[in-house]
Structures are given as C-alpha cells and as structure tokens.
C-alpha cells in the first residue's frame, strides 16, 4: 500500500502564481469586488496576503475562547406561576438561560422558583431594588451604553449590584448608530465602567469577567462576525492597557432585531439561521432569537423552530468547538481590522 505522502507525486507542482493566472484568464467578470466599508473581496487569496495586512505579524486576535453559543429564550414576563413554567418549558425544549422582559414596577427574583440563568433588560435610569438574595443563578442586567454614561446614579446603582455574586452586566448597543460610532460607544461605556469598578477596589478578574456587550444581529453575514470579533479584540485590548490579561474573555451576547427579519412568516427563519451562525462563528458567549408574531399563525410554534435552530447550531454544527473559527479569512480578517481601526478613532475622539 502507497503511503499517503506519496499520492501527491501524481501531482505536478504549481505554485501560488500559477493558480492566480489560471484563475485570472478563466474568470470572466471583475477580479476585484467591493463590499462592505469598500472592503476588496478578491477571488483568490494566499498566505501573502495575511501577512501584507498584518505587517507579517501574529493575526491572532486573542479570541482564547469558544463561542459558548448558550441559547437564551426571550419571555414576557406575566405572573410568577405562568412564568414559572414559561421558564420550564425553556428549559425542557434546550435552552441554556431566559431573557426575561421585566415589567415596570420590577420582579421579585426570590419568587421564581425555576432557578436558571436570567438576562433581564433595564430600560429606566433607576433601578427598582429587587430581592436576588435567594436566586443563586446569575442574573445578567442590560443596559444602553447611553443609559449608563448619562446618570452618574445608575452608574452607582449597577456598581452595587456588581458586588453580589449572581449579577452580571452586559452593555447593550442601541443600534441605531454608524458601526463605527455604536461600537465606540459600547467601548466607552466599557471602560468608565472598567474605570469605576477599580475605583471600588473590584478591579479583580471575577469582576472584570462579569461585564460583556449586547448587540444586535445584522443581515450581512461577514459584517456580522468582523463586528463580534472587533468588539472582543478591542475590548482586550483596553485590558491590556489597565494591565489586565487580554487573555480573560470578554462575553458578547446577540440578539436578531426585528427590522433585520424578512416579512415572510417561514422565510424569517433563514434569516435567523444565518445571523445566528454567523454570531457563533464571530465568537458570541449567549445568542437570543426573538421570532415575529403574525395574525393567524401559532406563535408558540414560532418560538419552538426559533430554539431548535439554535439547538441545531450549538449540538450537531459542533461550530462552537473551534476557537476563532473564521481566523485567517481574508476577508473577515481585512474587514475585521478596517472596524477596529475606524472604531479605535471614534473612541479617541469620545
């Protein structure tokens, strides 16, 4: 039996330039095309080009995690017993954490009895004290970027919280900004929040590890993955700057926005299936898809394929298995480092 080195001896050696002229005089349209931020879109890369756009240096953007891709089920909050097993069917039906649509007056954590992970949206300037004493499962609080740089009282707020053990906090992008500017937003955000919590002497990594971003799902696919990837490296990159390990993971939760979503009751699943791959593959810790409603269509079944897309994904894709899984790409690369760059400069004019 031949050696499986030697069935490459039934091929002639072409080199890089060889493949590129080949590729030249048999394609007939364009040979560059522009996409997103006037980024090129070339039909054929090499290792050349990675190291041209780096400077020849390590690409590696210090994404060290896996996307976690934990599923999370958008709820209404109604009362505690229909909510209650609201959560449980969640649960039962794959999904790794509730979001959970708080009413204005507050809940009461103490009274759910379904003890799982909790992602809770805080939409007020002021938060209503409520009871998480006996609710070990960590809560995670969303806020506006906006919200916590314009009252200094809410910044005090989610500090105290900061200090229970079952409360995180993920900054959420507004999404109605440039790229650009939303992401230096969320950043600045980042970092006076950064800035308070050594201030409280909680500058330790247990802290630190507990703050991440909330941002909205796009149609564009690649888009999508270089904005993930530009928000965590540069948030790393500001670790890096407090003397902070860049290597601690910074968790990015993704929802799909509505106006993103086709206006066809079954067609809004493509949709959703393609901008929670590419959230997986961009490195997102949690994704929460939330379906359209429509007149005479079972919403609850609605709700169920959007879930069992996401168990697809997370169980039998194995995507989440990889560590930076679109690392290497050109072309997520170059736009990748396009979105840094535009968004670094936004963030030093702030």
Known sequence: MEKDSDHTKKFSSVTSQEWEDKIRSELKSKIVLYQYLNTPLKPFYNSLDIEALVDGKDYHRYLTAKSQGTIVDYLNFCDYKTTNSEINESMEGGAGAVHLSMP????????????CPLFINVEAPSIVVFNIDHYPSPVTLIFTAELFLNHVSFQSEILELLKKASIQVSIKSSGNLEDERELANLLDAYQLLFVKTKEEGLST??????????????????????????????AKGLLGLHNHLEELDVKVHCFNSQDSSTNDPYGQFI?????????????????????KEYDGYDYAFFKSISRNILNVLQFESGLQNFI??????YYIESLTEIICQRTWECFCEN
């Open 324 to 329: 930076d899984s679109s690392g290497g790409s």
């Open 104 to 115: 204005v007056g507050g809940i009461d954590l103490a009274q759910l009895e379904s003890l």
């Open 271 to 291: 949709s959703m299936s393609y901008q929670a791959m590419s959230s997986i593959i961009g490195g997102a810790s949690s994704i929460t898809l939330v379906p």
């Open 205 to 234: 990594n247990e802290y630190i590890e507990k703050i991440g971003f909330s941002i909205p799902l796009r149609k564009n696919f690649f888009q999508t993955i270089a904005r993930i990837r530009s928000l965590k490296a540069l």
